[in-house]
């Protein structure tokens, strides 16, 4: 008996899977236990993926559906994981709760790296592993260090075709294969989904889409800044002609989160509307067909442009990424190709413009990009990808792409675009300090 458990803790996650279901990219199986973990700091009292609108409709594909909160409370999933010593303990718990017997596992997991699926796939070591992208993350690196008995067990990397012509990198030094998510399975799960609610009533026609993603929860921004991003998105929408505006909020985020942006909708004189309900971005797209779709760097941005085929821009990943922190902080990838990838809300000449065939077209030449990038944030891991990374480093960097890297992350691994090791004293010098603070006062 095979027995098949996917791990899910979105929407957007679960209905990844139900795609992959429908399009055949799992083998047959004698039963699918859809696992729903729930990541909320509160998880007691916030709806997790199953309190979700459309949920019904995504478990069809399943056997059933099982809560891992209720496995292991009061512990928390995103943080508890299993002593190596206690394993096969949890193991023939885990096969008895569920009625596994001695049936052969797989596991379709997200996010490897950490709990609770890193946690899962420890209490079944024999299992095999697949992993699903949720998002724009999986064209990074592996964000730490796996245990090769782990790794080696990844036999695939399942993801949306969200940047034609990208692999990703994600778990790629264990010679992970990508395989796609067919894009027609993946709408039609999206259009089985709930897209109404009564705070959209009386939206016109192609509104302008705006995008929250609580950058503030994270660390990227602090709140009043990101109060004011979204104020800028309604002044940049309104300066490309839309009047009717929908803003979505992040489903984590605060309400007061959006008033500044509808206060600024009401200074200008358009119509804001806010979508409360927990619904998909996707679903938005298919009910109301937006006119643009603006946002930071959500992988709402990409799906809209290359499932969807609808006009967007960014907003703020010029300023994330000067301040993101560490180097190594896995929203840099996903902030590199939004900014790279998609135009400016700020240039409404250079919103025009563009098309959303531009992301199919200049998918493969970030290829380049995309190496040195992973690879300057996770040399150990992608050690294999140096050379790339040089080549690319040499020959590309303009002041266009220098806002990707760090010049003291370059020189620390001794890349081009860093100091000459020669030179590297330069910027340790006290004195040659103060002679640039000097001169920086004295040509103002």
Request: with cysteine.
């Amino acid at each position: 008996m095979l027995t098949q458990i996917f791990l899910a803790s979105t929407l957007y996650g679960a209905a990844t899977l139900a795609a992959g279901v429908d399009a055949g990219s799992f083998p047959p199986a004698d039963r699918r236990i859809l696992l729903t973990s729930n990541h909320a700091v509160t998880a007691e009292v916030t709806p997790g993926v199953a309190g979700m609108p459309g949920f019904a409709a995504l478990r069809t594909r399943f056997d059933e559906v099982l809560d891992w909160n209720a496995v292991i409370e009061p512990q928390h999933p995103s943080t508890w994981a299993p002593r190596a010593e206690d394993v096969p303990i949890w193991e023939r718990h885990l096969r008895a709760l569920w009625g596994l017997g001695e049936d052969r596992v797989e596991l379709i997991v997200e996010s490897l790296q950490v709990p609770p699926a890193q946690s899962l796939c420890r209490l079944f070591p024999g299992a095999a592993v697949d992993v699903y992208a949720d998002g724009l993350m999986s064209y990074g690196p592996t964000r730490f260090r796996l245990d090769p008995q782990l790794g080696m067990r990844v036999r695939r990397v399942l993801h949306l075709d969200l940047v034609p012509g990208l692999q990703p990198l994600l778990l790629s030094e264990f010679g992970a294969r990508p395989e796609l998510v067919p894009a027609e399975s993946f709408l039609k799960v999206l259009a089985e989904l709930p897209a109404d609610g009564p705070d959209l009533e009386g939206v016109g026609d192609s509104p302008a889409l705006l995008l929250g993603q609580y950058l503030s929860a994270l660390d990227l921004m602090g709140p009043d800044e990101e109060e004011e991003l979204h104020a800028s998105m309604v002044r940049g929408a309104f300066a490309l002609g839309h009047r009717e505006l929908v803003f979505k909020p992040h489903p984590s985020a605060p309400a007061e989160y959006a008033r500044r942006a509808a206060a600024e909708a009401e200074r200008l004189g358009a119509r804001l509307t806010v979508a409360g309900s927990p619904v998909l971005a996707e679903t938005l797209y298919q009910r109301l067909r937006p006119a643009l779709v603006a946002g930071c760097f959500s992988t709402g941005l990409l799906t809209a442009a290359t499932l969807y085929g609808l006009p967007v821009a960014r907003t703020g990943t010029g300023a994330v990424l000067a301040r993101l922190a560490p180097y190594q902080n896995s929203n840099r990838v996903p902030l590199a190709l939004v900014d790279s990838l998609l135009p400016d809300l700020a240039d409404p000449e250079g919103v025009r413009a563009w098309t959303p065939a531009s992301v199919g077209l200049a998918g493969a030449q970030r290829a380049g990009l995309l190496t040195a990038v992973g690879y300057t944030m996770q040399p150990q891991i992608l050690s294999a990808r140096r050379a790339a990374a040089e080549a690319y480093l040499a020959a590309h960097l303009t002041p266009d792409t220098w806002r990707y890297f760090t010049r003291r992350r370059l020189t620390a691994l001794g890349l081009p675009g860093g100091i000459p090791a020669q030179l590297s004293f330069l910027p340790r010098s006290r004195t040659v300090r103060r002679v640039a603070r000097t001169l920086r006062r004295v040509l103002g």
